[in-house]
Nanobody, 114 residues
Framework: QVQVVESGGTTVQAGGSLRLSCAAS????????VSWHRQAPGKERDVLAS???????WSADSVKGRFTISRDNAKNTVYLQMNSLKPEDTAIYYC????????WGQGTQVTVSS
């Protein structure tokens, strides 16, 4: 059973930093992608970054240079380090594990105040 649990969301001032965590366990594939997405009110859910089991990262142009994805396989945890946060980064942030099918976490709220 694949389990995905996000944490770390909170309210932060513009210009600040935040690190989100995604505890992802239960996938027995030799390699699989874990990705971060976000959904702002009234908008579609967008992919931000992904990383495979070997640590190969990818990030969307919209966050490249500000957001960094990484993983600690010993802790079954994927992180999203977010720097220089802007009010438009306010959204619910979701983690997804692609393990045959997609498994989503419940999301964690990030609010950036101006």
């Amino acid at each position: 059973q694949v389990q995905v649990v996000e944490s770390g969301g909170t309210t932060v001032q513009a210009g600040g930093s935040l690190r989100l965590s995604c505890a992802a366990s239960g996938c027995t594939y030799n390699n699989y992608l874990v990705s971060w997405h976000r959904q702002a009110p009234g908008k579609e859910r967008d992919v931000l970054a992904s990383i495979d089991l070997y640590g190969t990262p990818w990030s969307a142009d919209s966050v490249k240079g500000r957001f960094t994805i990484s993983r600690d396989n010993a802790k079954n945890t994927v992180y999203l380090q977010m720097n220089s946060l802007k009010p438009e980064d306010t959204a619910i942030y979701y983690c997804k594990v692609a393990c045959g099918t997609d498994y989503w976490g419940q999301g964690t709220q990030v609010t950036v105040s101006s």
